[in-house]
């Protein structure tokens, strides 16, 4: 054990001397990414996911839709062994964007509203690319066309809901029992807690969305092989990746990245996932799975809805 510790504090040294050697050497690329990480933020992240971010937050605090997750308490248990509640994560997670849902699982965890197990499910496949970017920004944007959007989103929906049957194999069978809290106990007025607390994870998320934009930036100078950059920057930042992607690579590859979230997205959820203690490297696989998915199902769809997209991107990588 000493010794893995060891190695691991001597990874990350040489990881953070990296780092400092690339920042001295690329000192302009590296502005340029933090600016561009910025405006990102401004313009794309907080104006699209902030108003979603406020809303979920509230619903699992006032549990509010209580009447509603009766409803489909049926459906929840029967295809995913999950109570009622989680309802509202699945369907927020698919059309708020990353990483609403996983926040909104450990939200429910925290109120005591689902069971650690429970949570930890959730996490495994409720994380998705919301409709305005995956239809409006890659589909009609970047590709040029809308329903290649459209066929990339019903991809990402469907294998999230197939991860999340699949997550349902796992579950204990007393994992249902527990009682849920029903009554209503948020008052309108209490808006200003919810909306403080979904500020802090905006800025938790610009944070990573920032840094990674300058590591982008400063690859693209390191010298790389173009495949290569592509690979690596594809991994890291999905906005970025899917740019960098159009008009080179087929929608399915598109979709598999989507799919798989890229490591910024990963690591705005680590703590979450933290607080659920579910481990990083089953949240990973579930990811790489989710993306392979995506790719092979937008893959099928393309078999019987034709879609021809631009040959170059409508946005600049640089």
């Avoid at 579950?171 to 808006?191: F, G």
């Avoid at 802090?200 to 495949?227: D, P």
């Avoid at 579910?278 to 990973?284: A, N, T």
Wanted: charge should be positive; include cysteine.
């Amino acid at each position: 054990m000493t010794v893995v510790k060891l190695k691991k504090e001597y990874l990350s040294i040489i990881f953070i001397f990296l780092c400092l050697v690339v920042l001295f050497r690329y000192p302009n690329e590296s502005k340029n990414g933090v600016i561009k990480g910025i405006e990102i933020c401004l313009y794309t992240i907080i104006p699209s996911l902030f108003p979603f971010m406020s809303l979920s937050t509230y619903i699992v605090k006032s549990n509010i839709l209580s009447p509603f997750y009766k409803l489909l308490s049926a459906f929840s248990k029967v295809f995913f062994k999950q109570p009622p509640c989680a309802i509202s994560v699945i369907i927020l997670s698919m059309i708020g964007g990353f990483p609403i849902g996983i926040k909104m699982a450990n939200d429910l965890y925290a109120q005591g509203q689902i069971t650690k197990e429970q949570a930890q499910r959730l996490c495994l496949f409720c994380l998705n690319g919301g409709p305005a970017f995956v239809i409006t920004t890659v589909g009609l944007s970047m590709l040029g066309n809308m329903k290649a959007g459209v066929v990339i989103y019903a991809s990402l929906c469907i294998s999230s809901f197939i991860s999340g049957i699949i997550s349902s194999f796992v579950t204990d069978k007393n994992d249902l029992s527990r009682k849920e809290r029903s009554e209503i106990s948020l008052p309108l007025s209490s808006l200003s807690a919810t909306i403080s607390d979904s500020m802090q994870s905006i800025i938790t998320i610009c944070a990573w969305v920032i840094l990674f934009s300058s590591a982008t930036s400063c690859m693209n100078s390191i010298g790389l092989g173009e495949k290569a950059y592509l690979i690596i920057c594809s991994l890291l930042e999905v906005t970025n990746g899917c740019i960098l992607l159009s008009g080179k690579a087929s929608i399915s590859v598109i979709a598999g990245i989507i799919g798989f979230g890229g490591l910024c997205v990963h690591f705005q959820v680590l703590s979450f996932l933290k607080n659920t203690g579910i481990k990083y490297g089953y949240f990973l696989v579930s990811r790489m799975l989710n993306g392979i998915l995506s790719a092979l199902l937008t893959q099928l769809f393309l078999l019987f809805i034709p879609v021809e997209t631009d040959v170059f991107s409508n946005l600049s990588a640089e």
